[in-house]
């Protein structure tokens, strides 16, 4: 199993950046993605961001696209979501997920075989 550990989340101000990392340990070697989820309170946990690890093709929730991007560092098995002009609705929880799964869309959080702790992301208006 992969151990994912998330970290950079915080307390910013709308419209102020934050880059959130996942860093990967473990049976790495089997892992065909990685995906950022969120969740915030009375809420479903919801898809935000997925990389295929090695050729690094990207898919994005609507909600974010232009706005966050996601992206990988092989050498350093890390996984980085950078997020941008941050709004108030982008408060969550934010969860890094791996797969060793192949498919057409990572969006679903069935395909994850592995999860990290979470870092929680607040903006304020």
């Known amino acids: 199993q992969v151990k994912l550990v998330e970290s950079g989340g915080g307390l910013v101000q709308a419209g102020d950046s934050l880059r959130l990392s996942c860093a990967a340990s473990?049976?790495?070697?089997?892992?065909?993605?990685f995906g950022w989820f969120r969740q915030a309170p009375g809420k479903e946990r919801e898809f935000v961001a997925a990389?295929?690890?090695?050729?690094?093709?990207?898919y994005y929730a609507d909600s974010v696209k232009g706005r966050f991007t996601i992206s990988r560092d092989i050498a350093k098995n890390t996984v980085y979501l950078q997020t941008n002009s941050l709004k108030p609705d982008d408060t969550a929880a934010y969860y890094c997920?791996?797969?060793?799964?192949?498919?057409?869309?990572?969006?679903?959080?069935?395909?994850?075989?592995?999860w990290g702790q979470g870092t929680q992301v607040t903006v304020s208006s």
């Open positions: 990389i295929w690890w090695s050729i690094g093709r990207t």
């Open positions: 997920a791996a797969t060793s799964s192949y498919a057409l869309d990572y969006g679903s959080a069935f395909l994850y075989d592995s």
């Open positions: 473990g049976r790495t070697e089997s892992t065909r993605a």
